[in-house]
């Protein structure tokens, strides 16, 4: 099993940072990728952005440029630095850890809402 805990969500201006957080825990040497996904009001939950095990990592065009995705030293820990927020930004951001075959787990999400 895994436990993810998100932290850093807020209210922020357009144009302004925030950087989300998401420690996991439980057997987390088994974990291939962690990433960063996004879900609106009425819309489908999607991915931001993800980074394997050996540091590879994927962004949604929509963030390109301006999210970053990076892991702690101890490799428990998930960074999602965001910067030139946009109102379209708003959103419940959950963290994931994909085992593969093993499963995937989900963290209980936070909210970023980006002010016009």
């Known amino acids: 099993q895994v436990q993810l805990v998100e932290s850093g969500g807020g209210l922020v201006q357009a144009g302004g940072s925030l950087r989300l957080s998401c420690a996991a825990s439980g057997t987390i040497f088994t974990i291939n990728v962690m990433g960063w996904y996004r879900q609106a009001p009425g819309k489908q939950r999607e991915l931001v952005a993800a980074i394997t095990s050996g540091g590879s990592t994927n962004y949604a065009d929509s963030v390109k440029g301006r999210f970053t995705i990076s892991r702690g030293a101890a490799k428990n820990t998930v960074y999602l630095q965001m910067n030139s927020l946009k109102p379209e930004d708003t959103a419940v951001y959950y963290c994931?850890?994909?085992?593969?075959?093993?499963?995937?787990?989900w963290g209980q999400g936070t909210q970023v809402t980006v002010s016009s």
């Open positions: 994931n850890a994909d085992r593969g075959s093993l499963g995937t787990f």
